[in-house]
């Protein structure tokens, strides 16, 4: 065994590196900041407000669709006046807050506020069922409970005759926060600045629910130190991100969810690096590109389902122009270009050839994200070798992470001027990560969770199994194979991890969703559905608009573009891991039907329950 250890940077340091038998079984990233001894989430905004009181640190838009700047000393008066109304209300230290709305202002508002009251808040996302946010509700014990509009007030509403101990229900669409501003008018602001001067670090922040792919969701316990030692860490690592370097100042407008613990913790980052916040609701194409062209960020977050949707849609966009070939000329040297940046700089063609498509193409990518980005930071799932190579030429540089919401967000990262494409980086400063003997990825940080809610809380310091497989390179760079439990073992003994041939389908423009089988079968196969806008354009260039769907999942010239992806797909792997078989189903998976969690996840067990006679049908007569 042999440890080595080395400089790489003022913000990078090489990871240290356990070495057994020569392979690399552990990484350790010194933290870039230290523990605060005391303070909370909570004294964020009041921290702002002394220290830059004009400097805006959100935006919010107006009815007339124009953004209006609101500086941090504005923020803070909100997160005083409505944590005052949370106290009026009769909310007490350590009561829990439910919060069940899109991606708003009034969100990260009244989350801020419940901290400065001394609250824990609780997501929910937007789109969950009466049972779903029930459980939330229940399991957490939350007294109040604020919510968007009219809809979810109805489902809350007709589950409070079985969470006796929810005492109040808001609606912001309503008028909810003028409300409890006007209730906490009587309120003395030394009684906010006492409650939030009295949480520390220690003290639970937040509930966050896991998304619930195998049973019920389980509470995951955050503290204000979990956040501190994340995003800390983050803004001092990824500077050029967080901290204008030119006289641009850094903004981002939030489109994730902020029930998803991954565009909770890039807000609270913001705030507390100081960049300019915005938030957009509507995740709907025409929607979010008109927030992106009026906000215009400097960087994003991102899931690689929104890169793959803006590289296919702008793919599509050149086919219709018949400038289809132009296009992917145009791919293969982003690609080229971006793979070069993981070596030796790229030679004076490949610059040539970049610099002539880039008015023609890639100034167009960066259009549809706002004309400024010049950052992504990704996470949710492996956004792949190619698209990540793609953007990177086309001069967005992205950001690969790894988390789970029981690490609060990103365990490893990308990093700076030193990426790896492929892989989710190194651990970000402060981590560990560590390969158990059977490939599952553990982790340990100050930023990784105390326990589950109502459970049994882990030893401090204690190794987190995340129940993902994964391997380590010489350099300290980790790749993620597959889940553990998803581990697919055929017939004949093969393991396969079925992440990569799910991964790379789903970035084709035919394809919204994939899950790949084969457990105690004699072979792999998968289950495909098609993408909407991808199929809507395909039937336009085929002259297919008005053949049935029923008719459409068996016509030939589709299923030969479906089978050049699972070909393509297929080189990634053995011949033993490959996808023999394939059916096109004519309708989607979804949330509503249960095959989805809130972030997308396949929930396996209901999409086999549900397609059992499809998944029989590719092994019947097969062996």
């Not at 964020?44 to 124009?66: C, H, T």
């Not at 070909?567 to 996808?579: G, P, T, Y």
Request: proline residues 6%; charged residues 20%; hydrophobic residues 45%.
């Amino acid at each position: 065994m042999s440890t080595v250890v080395q400089q790489a940077g003022p913000n990078l340091v090489e990871p240290v590196k356990t070495v057994i038998d020569g392979v690399v079984r552990e990484v350790v990233v010194p933290a870039l900041v230290g523990p605060p001894p005391h303070g909370s989430l909570g004294d964020i905004p009041f921290d702002n407000a002394a220290q830059a009181p004009g400097e805006a640190v959100l935006a919010r838009k107006g009815p007339d669709g124009a953004w209006r700047d609101v500086s941090a000393a504005e923020f803070a008066a909100e997160v005083l006046a409505v944590a005052k109304g949370l106290i009026a209300e009769g909310l007490r230290p350590g009561d829990r807050l439910a919060i069940m709305a899109r991606t708003t202002y009034e969100w990260t508002l009244l989350d801020f506020a419940g901290w400065a009251a001394g609250l824990v808040t609780v997501p929910i996302y937007p789109t969950s069922s009466a049972l779903q946010a029930r459980w939330i509700i229940h399991d957490s014990g939350a007294v109040a409970c604020a919510v968007e509009d009219t809809v979810q007030a109805r489902i809350i509403s007709g589950e409070r005759g079985n969470l006796p101990w929810l005492a109040h229900l808001w609606e912001f669409d309503t008028g909810a926060v003028a409300r409890l501003v006007k209730a906490g008018e009587h309120i003395p602001d030394a009684l906010v600045h006492e409650r939030r001067r009295g949480r520390t670090p220690h003290d639970v922040a937040t509930l966050v629910y896991t998304s619930g792919t195998t049973g019920q969701p389980k509470g995951c316990v955050l503290t204000h130190g979990n956040f501190f030692a994340e995003v800390d860490n983050a803004v001092e690592l990824l500077h050029p991100v967080f901290r204008a370097t030119t006289e641009e100042p850094a903004s981002t407008l939030l489109f994730l969810p902020l029930s998803h613990v991954f565009g909770r913790m890039v807000a609270v980052g913001c705030l507390r690096a100081r960049v300019k916040l915005g938030h957009a609701p509507s995740i709907a194409t025409e929607d979010l590109l008109a927030d992106l062209a009026g906000f215009s960020p400097t960087f994003l977050l991102a899931i690689p389902y929104v890169l793959e949707k803006v590289y296919n849609t702008a793919r599509a966009t050149a086919e219709r122009m018949g400038r289809a070939s132009s296009f992917d000329r145009a791919a293969r040297i982003a690609q080229r270009f971006g793979e070069a940046a993981e070596g030796n700089p790229p030679g004076l063609g490949l610059r040539t050839a970049r610099a002539l498509y880039d008015p023609l193409v890639y100034r167009r990518i960066r259009a549809a994200l706002g004309g400024r980005v010049r950052y992504v930071l990704s996470g949710g799932s492996p956004l792949g070798r190619r698209l990540a190579a793609f953007y990177t030429g086309a001069g967005v540089e992205v950001f690969e992470g790894y988390g789970l919401t029981e690490t609060t967000a990103a365990s490893t990262i990308t990093p700076p001027l030193k990426p790896r494409l492929g892989t989710v980086g190194w651990p970000l400063p402060g981590t560990a990560v560590r390969i158990a003997d059977d490939g599952e990825v553990l982790l340990r940080g100050r930023h990784v969770f105390a326990g589950y809610w109502n459970v049994a809380w882990a030893e401090p310091g204690a190794w987190f199994p995340t129940g993902d497989i994964g391997e380590l390179d010489r350099d300290g760079y980790l790749t993620i194979t597959g889940r553990k439990k998803d581990l697919i073992i055929t017939s004949g003994g093969k393991n396969v991890a079925p992440a990569v041939l799910e991964d790379w389908l789903r970035a084709h423009p035919l394809v919204g969703q994939c899950m790949v089988v084969g457990d105690n079968r004699p072979y792999v196969a998968a289950l495909v559905t098609l993408e909407p806008e991808g199929l809507a354009h395909w039937r336009q260039m085929h002259k297919k608009t008005t053949m049935p769907m029923r008719e459409l999942v068996e016509d030939e010239e589709l299923r030969a573009d479906v089978q050049r992806a699972v070909d393509e797909a297929n080189q990634l792997v053995s011949r033993a891991e490959s996808i023999r078989r394939f059916v096109v189903l004519p309708g989607e998976f979804t949330e509503a039907r249960g095959h989805l969690t809130p972030s997308l996840k396949l929930k396996r067990g209901v999409v086999a329950r549900e397609f059992d006679r499809e998944i029989n049908a590719l092994y019947r007569g097969r062996g």
